[in-house]
T-cell receptor
Framework: ELKVEQNPLFLSMQEGKNYTIYCNYS?????LYWYRQDPGKSLESLFV?????AVKQEGRLMASLDTKARLSTLHITAAVHDLSATYFC?????????????FGKGTRLHILP | DTGVSQNPRHKITKRGQNVTFRCDPI?????LYWYRQTLGQGPEFLTY????????KSRLLSDRFSAERPKGSFSTLEIQRTEQGDSAMYLC?????????????FGEGSRLTVL
């Protein structure tokens, strides 16, 4: 059964600092997704990582994928308050006919001014 | 196209009643997913469709839950004989199957409160 684990589950950090959120998954997967959710809102897609070594960046966020380690990271550079949200990673395995996308529990990020 | 649309946005019901939620996906998307999310948790997979075919239903899902996508466009999720444990946000998402990355586009969700 495909499982996704994120850590930390909660992170409080100061503006201007750097930090990394980790996402581990239990079996070989084809695609890894990162989503953002603001309180009371739905999920917004941030990144889709399709291959080993993939790296994508948008503003202060950078996501990477290591399929051999079954690990993705979401790195935050010089955090700002607007990045406060819950971040989810998710995976699927269409190459083995498994298209359901499984989510982790999320990392709740709180950035202090 | 304004994105994935869900209604009602909020539903309060008494235990034992039936409820139905509707999802209208992005028009060119042939995949449609239902998830359930409770406070502080990630979205939990319920079921998904490719066009009108239901491809998988979570084995954790009670028989009280049923979903349809009769013409491959909108979908409905029905919960029969609701229980307090059914209180959650029900999220619908759609994606393109062929030629796409699998990226899900979510609706705003339907929040269910069972009294």
């Amino acid at each position: 059964e495909l499982k996704v684990e994120q850590n930390p589950l909660f992170l409080s950090m100061q503006e201007g600092k750097n930090y990394t959120i980790y996402c581990n998954y239990s079996t070989t997967s084809d695609r890894l997704y990162w989503y953002r959710q603001d309180p009371g809102k739905s999920l917004e897609s941030l990144f889709v990582l399709l291959s080993n070594g993939a790296v994508k960046q948008e503003g202060r966020l950078m996501a990477s994928l290591d399929t051999k380690a079954r690990l993705s990271t979401l790195h935050i550079t010089a955090a700002v308050h607007d990045l406060s949200a819950t971040y989810f990673c998710a995976v699927d395995r269409p190459s083995v006919g498994d298209d359901k996308i499984i989510f982790g529990k999320g990392t709740r990020l709180h950035i202090l001014p | 196209d304004t994105g994935v649309s869900q209604n009602p946005r909020h539903k309060i019901t008494k235990r034992g009643q039936n409820v139905t939620f509707r999802c209208d996906p992005i028009s060119e998307h042939n995949r449609l997913y239902w998830y359930r999310q409770t406070l502080g948790q990630g979205p939990e997979f319920l079921t998904y469709f490719q066009n009108e075919a239901q491809l998988e239903k979570s084995r954790l899902l009670s028989d009280r839950f049923s979903a349809e996508r009769p013409k491959g466009s909108f979908s409905t999720l029905e919960i029969q004989r609701t229980e307090q444990g059914d209180s959650a946000m029900y999220l619908c998402a759609s994606s393109i199957r062929t030629g796409g990355t699998g990226e899900l586009f979510f609706g705003e969700g339907s929040r269910l409160t069972v009294l």
